[in-house]
């Protein structure tokens, strides 16, 4: 009698644990659920706005299907600091400057402002130079790619083959082991550099413009007023930082673990974009004589090979350094200035590429690059190769 009561008390005990688990599991689902949805709706909204602003700076004066472009915007401020000589590419920026500041403030908001540094800073420097040198071959960074798109340009979709290629082979590195050194928890100081370097030289701007170079022609010479690109951006820092925007990542978590969440954010750019351009009677499908592109096909693809590639390598695409960098990354800060150098380098050596252009006659002259431009994405690969190989473990590589 005694044990089957025993059995009895133990019976409706194990029951309601495991009706609790269950009960306790569902809510799990449910809050998780929840939390996914959540975090969808927020990089799509991002998008949609990202698509809108890149829309109303264009309109405002910003070249076309270049409402934003970090490699183009961070060129022209190397240009403009004298740090290359190219007269129609010199111009500061205030995108650039609002997204970081925007990032920087956000970062205060939410609490998530954490200075950290020391992963191979060297590397990084080096991989976010030939990142650069890749975006310039193309003419555009991974959202001016996708903004390119929306405004009808095809030669784009070819960047786009060449983009996911290069975060196929990055993966292919990843699956291996590839790491670089892990950062540490940082001073104040270094987690506010590119802040603190971006405030300055909004100040410098504003109290002594002269000290710049800017364009008289050229794409250096279009742009949006001052204040409202600087207020744009500031918003759209914000957003990007919240919902963790980035090009690379949506396409590599895509592949990588079936997770199409940030990917939804620039499907939302795309479509906004181009229901915009249609609307505003901007949009022109095809392949010759698009805004500052040109149709040399193999290098559209190879200099964005090159960006997707190394983007992988460095954990994000470079608007997602610039945002990282202004929530307190260090190594971050190091990658966007490699880029500005690349930037540079890129304009003082002829390596970027030279938009397609119509002769006297009214026909096309394909743009591309010149032999220095391809030397230098071959060594890209070659120095990418490197990075890959020397900083995966070997026991992953013999998997």
Same mark, same amino acid.
């Given at each position: ?273 181009? &229901? ?92 591309? &690059? ?30």
């Amino acid at each position: 009698m005694i044990r089957l009561q025993l059995f009895s008390i133990g019976t409706i005990c194990w029951t309601k644990i495991v009706f609790y688990r269950m009960i306790y599991e569902q809510n799990v689902k449910r809050e998780r659920s929840f939390v996914m949805k959540k975090e969808n709706w927020l990089v799509i909204i991002a998008g949609v706005l990202v698509g809108v602003a890149a829309l109303v700076l264009t309109k405002l004066g910003n070249p076309a299907n270049m409402g934003f472009c970090i490699a183009c915007f961070e060129r022209d401020i190397a240009g403009a600091v004298g740090l290359h000589s190219a007269a129609k590419v010199q111009y500061v920026r205030p995108e650039i400057i609002g997204l970081v500041l925007g990032a920087f403030i956000m970062a205060l908001a939410g609490k998530e402002f954490r200075p950290q540094a020391g992963s191979s800073p060297a590397t990084r420097f080096v991989l976010g130079a030939f990142v650069m040198i890749g975006a310039l071959v193309f003419l555009g960074c991974p959202l001016r790619m996708v903004l390119r798109m929306g405004g009808g340009d095809l030669n784009a979709l070819v960047g786009l083959a060449g983009f996911v290629i290069g975060i196929l082979i990055g993966i292919v590195f990843l699956k291996r082991g590839f790491g670089l050194k892990r950062s540490y928890p940082a001073k104040l100081v270094e987690g506010t550099t590119l802040p603190v370097v971006m405030f300055v030289l909004l100040v410098l701007v504003l109290a002594v413009p002269a000290i710049f170079h800017a364009s008289e022609a050229g794409p250096g010479s279009m742009h949006a007023p001052a204040i409202v690109s600087l207020l744009i951006a500031l918003v759209v820092g914000a957003l990007a930082q919240k919902s963790r925007l980035c090009m690379v990542g949506g396409i590599r978590d895509s592949i990588l673990v079936k997770d199409n969440h940030l990917l939804y954010g620039f499907i939302a750019i795309f479509v906004t974009v181009f &229901i915009g351009n249609l609307a505003l009677g901007s949009f022109k499908l095809g392949f010759d004589l698009q805004p500052i592109a040109h149709s040399s096909h193999l290098w559209n693809l190879l200099g964005m090979v090159l960006v997707g590639w190394g983007s992988v390598l460095l954990g994000g695409c470079p608007l997602r350094q610039l945002i990282l960098a202004g929530s307190g990354n260090g190594d971050s800060a190091v990658t966007v200035f490699g880029m500005i150098v690349g930037a540079a380098f890129a304009h003082n050596f002829a390596l970027a590429g030279n938009p397609d252009s119509a002769n006297d006659a009214g026909e096309v002259v394909v743009g591309g &690059i010149a032999n220095a431009g391809k030397v230098a994405v071959v060594i890209g690969f070659v120095v990418l190769l490197a990075i890959s190989l020397l900083n995966s473990r070997k026991e992953a590589a013999k998997v």
